[in-house]
C-alpha cells in the first residue's frame, strides 16, 4: 500500500477555500486516491476520489498532479461544519482500507 | 446512494459480559464489511475484515477470541466483543463496500462501547 504525508493540523477561514495537500509519492499505477472525513465523533465519510485526471462533486474538488505523486483537495467555501479530520488513502479495486493520521482542519469563524 | 446502519450507538456494560455491535448494509448486499476501532485523538485502526458466508480475516494483533465477527448474510456482519474489559473500551466503527468497482466504501455512524 502506498504510503501518505498530509499536515497533522490546518487552520482555515470560514468562507475561504480550503486547500489540504497530501503526498503519496508511491502510489501505483491502479491505486485511486480516495478523501474521507471524520468529522467528531462520527464514522467516515466518503468526499470524493480520482485516480489521475481532476475530480469535482457538491463537495470538493481533488486536484492530481501528472506524476500522481501528490494531490490537493479542495473545500471551495469552508463552513464551520467542515471542521474535521481529512483523511487521504491510495487504494486499489476491493483492497481493505488503512487510515493514517489525517489532517485536522478547523475551520474559524 | 450506499448507506450502512450501525447499532446501538452506544452501550455500557460491565466487565466480563459481552457485548454485540451491529452492522447492515440498507440498500445494497456487501459480500465483504469492515470492523474499525478508534481510540480518543487517534486515527482508525483496522481490526477485521468480515467476509460473506466465511471466517474472517484479523488484523494482526487482534484476539480473534475476543472479538467475534459474523457474517451470516450479505446485509448484516456483527462484532462480539466478549468477556469486555476497561481497555476495551472504544469507537467501534464498521464500514462495507458496494460491489460496484471504485465507488467507495460508506461507513456505519460507529458505536460507543463503555466498559465499567
Known amino acids: 500500500d502506498a504510503k501518505t504525508t498530509q499536515p497533522t493540523s490546518m487552520d482555515c477561514a470560514e468562507g475561504r477555500a480550503a486547500n489540504l495537500p497530501c503526498n503519496h509519492s508511491t502510489i501505483s499505477g491502479n491505486e485511486y486516491v480516495y478523501w474521507y472525513r471524520q468529522i467528531h465523533s462520527q464514522g467516515p465519510q466518503y468526499i470524493i476520489h480520482g485516480l489521475k485526471n481532476n475530480e469535482t462533486n457538491e463537495m470538493a474538488s481533488l486536484i492530481i498532479t501528472e506524476d500522481r505523486k501528490s494531490s490537493t483537495l479542495i473545500l471551495p467555501h469552508a463552513t464551520l461544519r467542515d471542521t474535521a479530520v481529512y483523511y487521504c488513502i491510495p487504494i486499489q479495486g476491493a483492497q481493505k482500507l488503512v487510515f493514517g493520521q489525517g489532517t485536522r482542519l478547523t475551520i474559524n469563524p | ?116
Not at chain 2, 12 to 21: A, D, L, P, R
Not at chain 2, 94 to 111: D, H, L, Q, V
Request: aromatic letters at 12%.
Open chain 2, 1 to 116: 446512494g450506499a448507506v450502512v446502519s450501525q447499532h446501538p450507538s452506544w452501550v455500557i456494560c460491565k466487565s466480563g459480559t459481552s457485548v454485540k455491535i451491529e452492522c447492515r448494509s440498507l440498500d445494497f448486499q456487501a459480500t465483504t464489511m469492515f470492523w474499525y476501532r478508534q481510540f480518543p485523538k487517534q486515527s482508525l485502526m483496522l481490526m477485521a475484515t468480515s467476509n460473506e458466508g466465511s471466517k474472517a480475516t484479523y488484523e494482526q494483533g487482534v484476539e480473534k477470541d475476543k472479538f467475534l465477527i459474523n457474517h451470516a448474510s450479505l446485509t448484516l456482519s456483527t462484532l462480539t466483543v466478549t468477556s469486555a474489559h476497561p481497555e476495551d473500551s472504544s469507537f467501534y466503527i464498521c464500514s462495507a463496500r458496494e460491489g460496484r468497482a471504485n465507488y467507495g466504501y460508506t461507513f456505519g455512524s460507529g458505536t460507543r462501547l463503555t466498559v465499567v
